[in-house]
């Protein structure tokens, strides 16, 4: 919708926070836009309010989903661990029985960084990408929530993670977050347990 708009010369940023400011226009009395961008305008606006009230139905039914499942409320207890991240943890990761540790796991999900070995000595390299990809981009994102939050709201982060954000891109340390957080969620479920503040510090 913003691409046609802007032949007329109606430019608003992106986002879903903004399509206020395209409505307000569409709904101008003097407006100067043709009745069929008019139109046009009106029937992307339908749209996206008909798929948003889906994926608002949608989520709600998750999150249902989710508090009723003791393994999603355990995983839920983990900053960065909603809704969808834990029911996709629940729903499509292999039972946690069959990796030896949460390293394993976490190569598992593509998120634990290649070793590369010369003269004796080895190297980390990028992470390889492989395996469950949906599992491994909910725990980024999530990652980047708690990073998102703890600067946001000035908390300080425990010494591992500051020392990562005090170096590296957010981006970076996000992915190195999101791998100990796999880890951590073949440690919760292995043994049943809580999230413990300590495990992310």
């Not at 994102?141 to 591992?160: P, T």
Request: aromatic share 4%; charged share 25%.
């Amino acid at each position: 919708m913003r691409g046609h708009l802007a032949e007329f010369g109606i430019i608003a940023p992106q986002g879903v926070a903004n399509l206020s400011r395209l409505a307000a226009v569409l709904e101008e009395a003097d407006s100067d836009l043709p009745d069929l961008a008019q139109d046009l305008g009106r029937l992307y606006l339908d749209r996206i309010a008909h798929l948003t009230a889906m994926i608002e139905q949608l989520m709600a039914k998750i999150k249902e989903v989710s508090r009723a499942s003791g393994t999603a409320r355990l995983l839920r207890t983990m900053p960065g661990i909603g809704p969808i991240c834990a029911m996709a943890v629940e729903t499509f990761a292999p039972a946690m029985d069959t990796f030896e540790s949460g390293r394993d796991f976490s190569a598992c999900l593509g998120l634990t960084p290649r070793q590369h070995s010369s003269g004796g000595k080895q190297r980390l390299g990028r992470t390889s990408k492989m395996g469950q990809r949906d599992i491994r981009r909910l725990l980024i994102v999530g990652a980047m929530s708690v990073i998102a939050s703890m600067q946001r709201y000035k908390r300080r982060a425990g010494s591992w993670l500051q020392d990562k954000l005090n170096r590296k891109p957010r981006i970076v340390v996000a992915i190195a977050l999101a791998n100990k957080m796999a880890r951590r969620i073949w440690a919760m479920l292995t043994k049943g347990e809580a999230y413990s503040v300590p495990a992310l510090a």
